[in-house]
């Protein structure tokens, strides 16, 4: 079964500094890890998506790398701004723990300006 | 952009009662999804669906769950005789698919789904 486990747990940081958000998974055999945002009460949106062949992908800001061997994600945040608060999910999509996303707990981000 | 559709945003009802929670998922995606989660909790699978049958569920998705897509586009979650523990956020997600799972999950705003 496919543990996920998000490190911080929660974040505060003035404005401007650069982030990093952690995720490590049991099962290295997945087909691809999706970083969400999830605004308080809100849904999920889908920031970055990386496949199995990829070792980095990048929106904007938003850098989040994959290394499968060691089970580890990392997203980078870059020059944080206070509508970066939110909490940042990591989800990889199984392959021997089936074919879906399995969740960590979260990093809860929160920017002052 | 296409987005994940559900409805109602928030729904209240009594225990025992029946509720359908419903989904219009992004058009020509193939694989579609439930989760749930739970006040401070972990969002958690419960179902999927491709080719107009189950693919997947888990343990959280017993006989009082069931899906179906009903006319091609809606996808719906009924939970029968809700109890007190139902009470959760309800997410819908849908894939592209076609075998390739290296593809993005779409999820929708999701349902309140508060029973008292």
């Known amino acids: 079964k496919q543990e996920v486990t998000q490190i911080p747990a929660a974040l505060s940081v003035p404005e401007g500094e650069n982030l990093v958000l952690n995720c490590s998974f049991t099962?290295?055999?997945?087909?691809?890890l999706q970083w969400f945002r999830q605004d308080p009460g809100k849904g999920l949106t889908s920031l970055l998506l990386i496949q199995s062949s990829q070792r980095e992908q990048t929106s904007g800001r938003l850098n989040a790398s994959l290394d499968k061997s060691s089970g580890r994600s990392t997203l980078y945040i870059a020059a944080s701004q206070p509508g970066d608060s939110a909490t940042y999910l990591c989800?990889?999509?199984?392959?021997?723990?089936?074919?879906?996303?399995?969740f960590g707990g979260g990093t809860r981000l929160m920017v002052k300006p | 952009e296409p987005e994940v559709t559900q409805t109602p945003s928030h729904q209240v009802t009594q225990m025992g009662q029946e509720v359908i929670l419903r989904c219009v998922p992004i058009?020509?995606?193939?694989?579609f999804y439930w989760y749930r989660q739970i006040l401070g909790q972990k969002v958690e699978f419960l179902v999927s669906f491709y080719n107009n049958e189950i693919s997947e569920k888990s343990e959280i998705f017993d006989d009082q769950f069931s899906v179906e897509r009903p006319d091609g586009s809606n996808f719906t979650l009924k939970i029968r005789s809700t109890k007190l523990e139902d009470s959760a956020m309800y997410f819908c997600?849908?894939?592209?698919?076609?075998?390739?799972?290296?593809?993005?999950?779409?999820f929708g705003q999701g349902t309140r789904l508060t029973v008292v």
């Open positions: 099962d290295s055999a997945i087909y691809n």
């Open positions: 997600a849908s894939v592209a698919g076609q075998g390739d799972w290296n593809t993005e999950a779409f």
């Open positions: 058009s020509n995606h193939l694989y």
């Open positions: 989800a990889p999509w199984g392959n021997n723990a089936g074919n879906m996303l399995t």
